[in-house]
């Protein structure tokens, strides 16, 4: 039973299209309870459904068209592309669970193309790893990473299931600048599987360098689903 403070009222409706959504029983795009439905499955009044409803639209979460119905919209993860955040942070911020998979982890010798970007010389040894990260078990970046280990000596020994890349190198070698491109691209079949794409989807990639005393710490290729990730950012 709805408890009896009309606040309360509406704001309990809130919550159980959220839970609704959030538990995968509603899934974007699909029709959720009308205010009829709302209104007997819940007890509530008319308007009571009707501004949970509406305020639920104006935040982006439901997509309400005249004379058909009110949707679960879909949902973009949005970032800063001038910010460099721990993914884990990110995700559980928005109260989602993160999870990564290795993918590959090891020492490899850069060629002339890597490094370059790196800053050392052609045939020096990288330390590489490869991660997926997933929000609440959907793949959300793919991150492919080359790190100098005379800057993180050690690196390699860290598990990348239970700590992300960005804490070992924020305690390791403190950020400096960092260095940032971004474009959008059609990503070969090996990322496109990660990211559970299909052919033709876009994705997004953020190519980034990061310096520490002066020195180049590491490069990532980070690849984001494009119909799920987005920058926005104020200057």
């Avoid at 002339?112 to 330390?127: F, H, I, K, Q």
């Avoid at 520490?212 to 104020?234: F, K, M, W």
Wanted: with cysteine.
């Amino acid at each position: 039973m709805i408890p009896a403070s009309p606040s309360a009222r509406y704001l309990q409706v809130k919550q159980f299209v959220l839970q609704q959504i959030s538990s995968g029983a509603l899934r974007p795009g699909q029709r959720v309870p009308s205010e009829n439905q709302l209104v007997r499955e819940l007890d509530v009044s008319r308007m009571t459904a009707n501004r949970a409803l509406r305020e639920l639209a104006a935040v982006g979460v439901l997509v309400r068209v005249a004379g058909v119905g009110t949707f679960v919209a879909e949902q973009r993860v949005h970032a800063h592309p001038l910010e460099v955040r721990n993914i884990s942070d990110e995700i559980r911020h928005r109260g989602h669970e993160h999870t990564s998979k290795v993918i590959a982890q090891g020492s490899v010798t850069a060629s002339r193309e890597l490094a370059e970007r790196c800053g050392v010389s052609p045939g020096a040894r990288l330390d590489h790893s490869l991660l997926v990260h997933f929000e609440d078990g959907v793949p959300l970046q793919v991150e492919d990473r080359y790190v100098n280990p005379t800057v993180v000596p050690g690196y390699l020994r860290n598990d990348f299931t239970r700590v992300t890349p960005h804490q070992v190198l924020m305690q390791s070698a403190p950020l400096q600048r960092a260095e940032h491109t971004v474009r959008a691209l059609l990503p070969e079949g090996r990322i496109r599987r990660m990211l559970r794409l299909d052919r033709g989807d876009a994705c997004l990639l953020i190519r980034r360098r990061t310096w520490s005393e002066e020195r180049i710490v590491t490069v990532a290729d980070l690849y984001h689903p494009g119909s799920r990730y987005e920058l926005a950012g104020s200057f």
